[in-house]
């Protein structure tokens, strides 16, 4: 009898932990920005070497489009902000797929895939790091 009302609980519960994460997330960012609080975890590479990575700059993006501020988060980062939408659309797919109980599995993308995005990365990288006066 514990066996089955333990079911029933898992059973309610799966479908609601991943968008439950994700409001946390959303409240998190929207309540405390990332601007204005330290918490947020700081960019070794950019505290190092004073170079923004590619994901220097994707909370504060998070947070500004959050707000509905598409233009400023493409000012802070802009590879995040329009990669955004694949990123939403393969974790509906991973949640529909985890509500029909099957498999979940990594995706396994071509190398052709792995280094054009390594690729779209680095020049990404090069380009945000740029003098501004260099255009």
Same mark, same amino acid.
């Given at each position: 009898?514990?066996?089955?009302?333990? #079911?029933?609980?898992?059973?309610? &519960?799966?479908?609601?932990?991943?968008?439950?994460?994700?409001?946390?997330?959303?409240?998190?960012?929207?309540?405390?920005?990332?601007?204005?609080? #330290?918490?947020?975890? %700081?960019?070794?590479?950019?505290?190092?070497?004073?170079?923004?990575c590619? !994901?220097? !700059?994707?909370t504060q993006? &998070?947070?500004?489009?959050?707000? !509905?501020?598409?233009a400023?988060?493409?000012?802070?980062?802009?590879?995040?902000t &329009?990669?955004?939408?694949f990123?939403?659309?393969? !974790?509906?797919? #991973?949640?529909?797929?985890?509500l029909?109980?099957?498999?979940?599995?990594?995706p %396994?993308? #071509?190398?052709?895939?792995?280094?054009?995005?390594?690729?779209?990365?680095?020049?990404?990288?090069?380009?945000?790091? &740029?003098?501004?006066?260099?255009?």
């Open positions: 009898m514990i066996h089955t009302a333990r #079911s029933r609980t898992a059973d309610i &519960l799966r479908p609601a932990v991943p968008p439950a994460i994700i409001a946390l997330a959303a409240i998190i960012l929207l309540r405390f920005p990332p601007a204005q609080h #330290s918490f947020y975890p %700081r960019c070794p590479i950019h505290e190092l070497f004073h170079l923004q590619p !994901g220097c !700059g994707a993006a &998070l947070a500004a489009l959050l707000h !509905g501020h598409f400023e988060a493409m000012h802070f980062n802009a590879l995040v &329009l990669l955004l939408p990123a939403a659309a393969y !974790g509906i797919i #991973s949640y529909y797929h985890m029909q109980r099957k498999t979940l599995r990594w %396994r993308p #071509s190398p052709a895939v792995i280094y054009t995005g390594l690729a779209v990365a680095a020049v990404f990288t090069a380009i945000r790091n &740029l003098p501004l006066h260099s255009f």
